[in-house]
């Protein structure tokens, strides 16, 4: 019995991890979603996230639509990416106090227009980890991999 509830706690300890996306407007150009795209751009709202932070979730992104086969160099829909929201504990708060210690996380704005700068898609994207694990690349991924969600128009959750 102890082992099924030690179980248990381990494996709602690890789906804390969490994100969100409030899409507010589903991507689509004349009821198709976009075939690729080509420029991606990301700007920092009054935040504290470091230039470097920025610039990963941008090369995790690119990577992901690549991965994808939905990015190309020129001539497809653009993306722009305002981060709003930035938190992200030192690590002797994690070392020390663990997920007490809050969560790490980003709130940014995606925007998705077409060739000719139509707003066709856009969304709010919260990514956000509770766990004592992880650090700023971690966040940076998890973040570019739900932004990529949105952008392949992926409804499914993933685990």
């Known amino acids: 019995?102890?082992?099924?509830?030690?179980?248990?706690?381990?494996?709602?300890?690890?789906?804390?991890?969490?994100?969100?996306?409030?899409i507010s407007q589903a991507i689509k150009?004349?009821?198709?979603?976009?075939?690729?795209?080509?420029?991606?751009?990301?700007?920092?709202?009054?935040?504290?996230?470091?230039?470097?932070?920025?610039?990963?979730?941008?090369?995790?992104?690119?990577?992901?639509?690549?991965?994808?086969?939905i990015?190309?160099?020129?001539?497809?829909?653009?993306?722009?990416i305002s981060i709003n929201d930035y938190r992200m504990r030192s690590g002797f708060s994690r070392a020390m106090f663990?997920?007490?210690?809050?969560?790490?996380?980003?709130?940014?704005?995606?925007v998705v227009t077409d060739e000719q700068g139509n707003v066709i898609g856009k969304s709010t994207i919260s990514s956000f980890n509770i766990m004592a694990i992880g650090d700023m690349q971690d966040i940076a991924r998890m973040h570019a991999e739900e932004i990529a969600k949105f952008l392949r128009n992926d409804k499914s959750k993933k685990s």
């Open 29 to 69: 150009a004349n009821h198709l979603k976009p075939a690729a795209y080509s420029s991606i751009e990301i700007t920092n709202n009054n935040t504290e996230a470091p230039e470097h932070f920025a610039d990963a979730v941008k090369s995790y992104l690119k990577q992901e639509l690549k991965n994808s086969a």
């Open 71 to 80: 990015y190309k160099e020129a001539g497809g829909s653009n993306v722009a």
């Open 98 to 110: 663990g997920m007490f210690a809050g969560k790490d996380g980003v709130d940014s704005e995606v």
């Open 1 to 22: 019995m102890f082992k099924k509830i030690a179980i248990l706690t381990i494996a709602m300890l690890l789906t804390a991890c969490s994100s969100s996306t409030k």
